[in-house]
């Protein structure tokens, strides 16, 4: 999972973050991702998976009620789910975790999400007050 610290200049925000392995020679080759909607942030912490006290992957209700409000400029923690997936890193290769705001056309926000987007400016904190990380659980 990613857990994110972001901010937009909108009304919501979609992100996708997308895990690769990357060889020396600069070639990425898509591993899994996931994707969150920031105005569906909320994480029910009972139904989420832990892997030795750590959030490994958050459980999100998606539901009308479970919508919380977006401040354009107001920093929120996203835990963003990246989907299970089994690699074996070679020697020399790095993981990078690239976060975008769109995944087209894998998926196509409905008219009024995209219009709350449109035009935004997402921007990812990384700092010892904003902790941005890529957790990785090993099976």
């Given at each position: ?61 998606d539901t009308r009620s479970s919508v919380e ?29 690239a976060i975008q705001t769109s995944d087209e ?35």
């Open positions: 999972m990613a857990k994110l610290f972001v901010s937009t200049t909108r009304s919501d925000a979609f992100v996708t973050a997308r895990l690769e392995d990357v060889s020396p020679s600069g070639k990425a080759t898509p591993l899994s991702n996931g994707w969150q909607l920031l105005s569906l942030r909320r994480v029910d912490p009972k139904k989420s998976a832990y892997r030795n006290g750590l959030m490994i992957q958050p459980w999100h209700p409000s977006v401040q354009p400029g107001k920093t929120y923690e996203l835990d963003v789910e990246i989907f299970p997936t089994a690699a074996q890193i070679p020697a020399g290769h790095t993981l990078r975790l056309p894998h998926l196509t926000p409905s008219v009024p999400t995209a219009l709350n987007q449109l035009g935004g400016s997402l921007t990812v904190y990384s700092s010892k007050r904003y902790p941005s990380a890529l957790v990785i659980g090993r099976g």
